[in-house]
Every structure is written in structure tokens, then in C-alpha cells.
């Protein structure tokens, strides 16, 4: 029995869950989120509750996958009705003597210590804004956000040395000593 799977996921007021098949829509404050589950897994909206039930067929449920792909449909679900209503945001540091970002446009340009600017275009549904060194990621839907925060971090990611890179706000960059000359 999957343990998240078995969780109804509760719908907050202003949010609208369409389900059409194996298509599963959230519109909400914040946009509008869409995905389609596994043909394994039974998606259905209670109407006294408020909230989604994600389910699967009895027989099936000693298949491992198949209880995989049960609590996978059901935290999506969750994640999308979250975006919708409160987003999602990351935090990124840039890191190092000059290094800086920049907006221009539907890009991000990035001094990171090579000879040219690194631009990168802002994916739809995603928005970004810089303040000097911090760069602030934000969007409804969880995996956008956390992909282009990926993308960032690794065209420059920090080096142990001297902390130098893009790195998340709240990540720690473990310290090395480095070499030690004379005696």
C-alpha cells in the first residue's frame, strides 16, 4: 500500500481541478497546471470532500511499480495545487570578485569568469528577478523552477577553495585548505 497514495489531496477555494480522462488540470490564482497520469492509476474528484483521490486497482497493488506511479500521480497533484496557489521560489547566490547577473530582456546574462557572458533564456512560466549578487526564482510549477535553478548552478558550480560559483542561498559549501608552502 502506498502511504502517500492513499492521502486524499485537499483543494483550497479558488482552485479548479478538471479531469477529462487521464488528464488532470489546476487552474488556480497563480496559472494554470496540467499533467497526465500513468494509465494505472485512477485519478477522481469528491465532490463532499473537496479533494482529489488517487487510487489503483486492488489486484495490481503487490506490483511495485504500480504503487510507485500511485503516490508519483498523487504528490504531482499536490505539487501543482500548490503552485497554483502559493508558487514555488529558489534562491540563487552568484559568488566571486565581479562576478554578476543581469536581466535583459527574456534572458539572464551571467559574468562568471569566462571570457564571454553566459545567456540564458527564461523558460515560460518562470520569472526571475536580480538584486546585485542574489537571484530570485520564481513560478508555479515546481519543476520548471527547479530545473532552470539547476541549468544556473551548473554553468558555474562553487569550488571548495575560495566558495567561488553559483550556488543555492542556502547551500553550504564545505571548505578546502588548499596547498601549504614552506616549512
Given at each position: 500500500?502506498?502511504?502517500?497514495?492513499?492521502?486524499?489531496?485537499?483543494?483550497?477555494?479558488?482552485?479548479?481541478?478538471?479531469?477529462?480522462?487521464?488528464?488532470?488540470?489546476?487552474?488556480?490564482?497563480?496559472?494554470t497546471l496540467g499533467?497526465?497520469?500513468?494509465?494505472?492509476?485512477?485519478?477522481?474528484?469528491?465532490?463532499?470532500?473537496?479533494?482529489?483521490?488517487?487510487?489503483?486497482?486492488?489486484?495490481?497493488?503487490?506490483?511495485?511499480?504500480?504503487?510507485?506511479?500511485?503516490?508519483?500521480?498523487?504528490?504531482?497533484?499536490?505539487?501543482?495545487?500548490?503552485?497554483?496557489?502559493?508558487?514555488?521560489e529558489k534562491k540563487?547566490?552568484?559568488?566571486?570578485?565581479?562576478?554578476?547577473?543581469?536581466?535583459?530582456?527574456?534572458n539572464i546574462d551571467?559574468?562568471?569568469?569566462?571570457?564571454?557572458?553566459?545567456?540564458?533564456?527564461?523558460?515560460?512560466?518562470?520569472?526571475?528577478?536580480?538584486?546585485?549578487?542574489?537571484?530570485?526564482?520564481?513560478?508555479?510549477?515546481?519543476?520548471?523552477?527547479?530545473?532552470?535553478?539547476?541549468?544556473?548552478?551548473?554553468?558555474?558550480?562553487?569550488?571548495?577553495?575560495?566558495?567561488?560559483?553559483?550556488?543555492?542561498?542556502?547551500?553550504?559549501?564545505?571548505?578546502?585548505?588548499?596547498?601549504?608552502?614552506?616549512?
Amino acid at each position: 500500500m502506498s502511504r502517500i497514495g492513499k492521502k486524499p489531496v485537499e483543494v483550497p477555494k479558488g482552485v479548479k481541478v478538471s479531469i477529462s480522462g487521464r488528464s488532470v488540470s489546476v487552474e488556480g490564482p497563480k496559472g494554470t497546471l496540467g499533467f497526465e497520469h500513468h494509465p494505472d492509476v485512477n485519478v477522481a474528484w469528491d465532490e463532499d470532500e473537496k479533494s482529489v483521490i488517487v487510487t489503483i486497482d486492488e489486484s495490481r497493488e503487490r506490483d511495485r511499480k504500480v504503487r510507485a506511479q500511485w503516490g508519483t500521480a498523487r504528490a504531482l497533484i499536490a505539487n501543482m495545487i500548490r503552485g497554483v496557489t502559493e508558487g514555488y521560489e529558489k534562491k540563487m547566490e552568484v559568488v566571486g570578485v565581479g562576478w554578476t547577473a543581469a536581466m535583459s530582456g527574456q534572458n539572464i546574462d551571467l559574468k562568471v569568469g569566462y571570457a564571454n557572458t553566459i545567456r540564458m533564456p527564461i523558460p515560460q512560466g518562470v520569472s526571475v528577478s536580480v538584486e546585485k549578487q542574489l537571484v530570485t526564482i520564481t513560478g508555479a510549477d515546481k519543476q520548471a523552477v527547479g530545473a532552470f535553478a539547476a541549468d544556473m548552478r551548473a554553468k558555474r558550480k562553487p569550488e571548495p577553495y575560495n566558495g567561488k560559483g553559483i550556488k543555492y542561498a542556502d547551500e553550504v559549501i564545505k571548505k578546502k585548505q588548499g596547498k601549504q608552502f614552506g616549512a
